[in-house]
């Protein structure tokens, strides 16, 4: 993660962009006009509340678009905040309890975590670093 490769925490895949958006129905519709879809969506629990998410892939790349619901959600914050944009990148993480360590002791903090579908996920509070949070996720071994 520094500037000298060998101060690099890991070394990382990007999984997926998340943006996160007032209006899935328009977003996605406008998409599909630029020929981007369909975006099947789905709504879950986050903490502190519940979005509507939808995914579209682009060969290995996920673009996840999130839409506040309900609650004080780490993403109705943002786009209180910053508006509508990108959120995060996530990484692909083989044992992500050892990357949290190995970033903790570099000064990263984590903005939230969770669980959902079998994928472990953590924010990164990176916003200042590089303008958006990293995320890290470890997906089930299949």
């Keep these: 993660m520094g500037t000298n490769p060998s101060e690099k925490v890991t070394d990382y895949k990007i999984h997926q962009i998340g943006i996160v958006i007032k209006d899935m129905d328009k977003t996605a519709k406008f998409l599909e006009k630029l020929g981007i879809g369909p975006v099947p969506t789905i709504e879950t629990e986050v903490p502190n509340g519940k ?33 509508e944009g990108i959120h995060h990148v996530s990484y692909h993480c083989k044992d992500i309890e050892k990357e949290l360590q190995n970033l903790e002791k ?9 669980e959902i579908f079998g994928v472990k996920w953590a924010y990164l509070d990176t916003q200042e670093k590089c303008g958006f949070i990293l995320e890290l996720g470890q997906w089930p071994e299949t």
């Design 51 to 83: 979005v509507k998410i939808g995914i579209y892939q682009q060969g290995d790349l996920q673009i996840e678009l999130i839409q506040p619901l309900q609650g004080n959600t780490i993403h109705a914050k943002w786009l209180k905040q910053k508006g």
């Design 106 to 114: 570099i000064g990263v903090k984590i903005l939230d975590r969770g």
